[in-house]
């Protein structure tokens, strides 16, 4: 078990969480940005698939049908609009800086930051997710029903 790791994780999100308790904006924009992440992250797959995955995407046993499109329409409309919601600010007017947002800021550095990392670095050298299992590995798993894996012994 990764002990350390899980408390070198812990020890992160304590330092993180500290400024939160003085202040309710620093609260709101660490809420505010795990949300907006969280909501992204579920809606990127599900819009590739609406779009550009749509002619070539094989439906498995479970599957919405007919409705796959319009729910997943309705899933990116709703991240939108999260994303929108947690953007602006908690209150009306915003004359100091204990209410105001800092959500946009800190989601906007973000994107800048990783954006111009991928095009300055990474690009140049991220080749995706390795494959540990090589092709001729996979001839002899078949899969059945359940969705669990069955080696074939002949």
């Not at 939160?20 to 579920?42: D, R």
């Not at 094989?58 to 609009?81: D, H, M, Y």
């Not at 946009?104 to 494959?131: D, E, I, N, Q, Y």
Request: proline content about 6%.
């Amino acid at each position: 078990m990764p002990l350390r790791l899980v408390w070198l994780s812990v020890v992160v999100v304590i330092i993180l969480a500290l400024p939160s308790l003085g202040s309710s904006a620093t609260l709101s924009a660490i809420s505010g940005i795990s949300i907006i992440g969280f909501t992204t992250s579920y809606a990127i797959p599900i819009l590739l698939r609406i779009t550009v995955g749509a002619p070539n995407f094989v439906q498995r046993e479970f599957n919405l049908g007919r409705f796959s499109k319009p729910i997943g329409w309705v899933a990116c409309i709703w991240t939108a609009f999260i994303f929108c919601i947690f953007n602006i600010p908690q209150s009306w007017p915003v004359s100091d800086m204990e209410v105001f947002n800092f959500t946009p800021a800190a989601v906007g550095f973000l994107l800048l930051f990783t954006t111009s990392t991928w095009f300055l670095s990474a690009r140049h050298w991220f080749k995706g997710p390795v494959s540990e299992i090589a092709l001729q590995e996979l001839d002899g798993i078949v899969p059945v029903q359940g969705g669990e894996k069955e080696e074939v012994v002949e």
